[in-house]
Each structure stands twice: as C-alpha cells, then as structure tokens.
C-alpha cells in the first residue's frame, strides 16, 4: 500500500457498502445500492452483504449487475462520487471477471436479434383480406 492508501484508510478505516458502491458508480443512485444489496446481488467476502455493512480495504467484493457479474478487491475508501476516472482507482477488477464479462459479450453479440418489421395497425385493405382469409379458413 502507498502512503496516500494508508493516509485514506487512517481517515476512514470503514465505508458503508451502499455508499462506496454509489461512490465506485456501480449504481446511479444510493437507492439503487441498497435495493441491489438487498435482493441478493452482492456478496462482500463470500458472504450476502447488507446495506450499512462495512467494508475495509482488501475486501472482495461480488456484484451482479444484469446478465455481467463483477468480481472486486477494494483499494481505497470513499464515501463522496466523484468523477469515473477517480472512481476507477476504488477498485480493481479480477483477471478472471474481466475475462468472463468479454466472452459473455462476445455471446451476445453473437445471438441472434428478433425485430418486428411490420409497420403499426394492417391497413383497410388487408384487414379486410385477413378478415376473408379467417372465414375461409372455418368454412
């Protein structure tokens, strides 16, 4: 640890969970922290977590956050969101949740895509003509 890590730590040996989340922008809003938090979706230490739980720097930390999953080690404290960038050093993300992410992309965006390519309500004409085709069709 450098001396600005241990300088912050002193400061603040402990951050609550919804807090350094909203801080680290991993959610927009505290509210959506803590109803993240309480639906399960994040572990701290292997553990489910609640939202005034505290967390120390070396905790790892586990978020899911829609079909991606996140898999952290804390590196400094903040309770005040700031820019991404100064968010960016709160954590680092694991090799292995990095790579698990980019495959689960590459997935997606391999899937295939279903779109709906009529154009809103059937005309007077062809309402009538499927209005023809479903009586011939019970005859």
């Given amino acids: ?12 040996e402990k951050v ?25 979706k994040v ?3 292997g553990r489910r977590a609640k939202r005034a739980s505290s967390l120390h720097v070396g905790d790892r930390v586990r978020v899911r ?6 898999q952290l080690i804390v590196r400094r404290l903040s309770e005040r969101r700031g820019p991404a960038s100064e ?20 997935l997606r965006k391999a899937a295939p895509t279903f779109e709906f390519r009529e154009r809103g309500r059937p005309s ?5 003509q499927l209005q023809q085709f479903k009586r011939g069709s019970q005859d």
């Fill in 1 to 12: 640890m450098g001396e600005q890590e241990l300088s912050e730590r002193a400061g603040s």
């Fill in 16 to 40: 609550r969970l919804d807090k350094w989340l909203w801080a680290a922008r991993f959610f927009k809003t505290r509210s959506l922290a803590a109803k993240a938090i309480t639906g399960g």
């Fill in 43 to 45: 572990q701290v230490n």
């Fill in 65 to 70: 956050k829609g079909p991606s999953e996140f």
């Fill in 87 to 106: 968010a960016a050093t709160l954590y680092k993300e694991t090799p292995e949740s990095v790579s698990e992410r980019e495959r689960l992309a590459t």
């Fill in 124 to 128: 007077k004409r062809e309402r009538r």
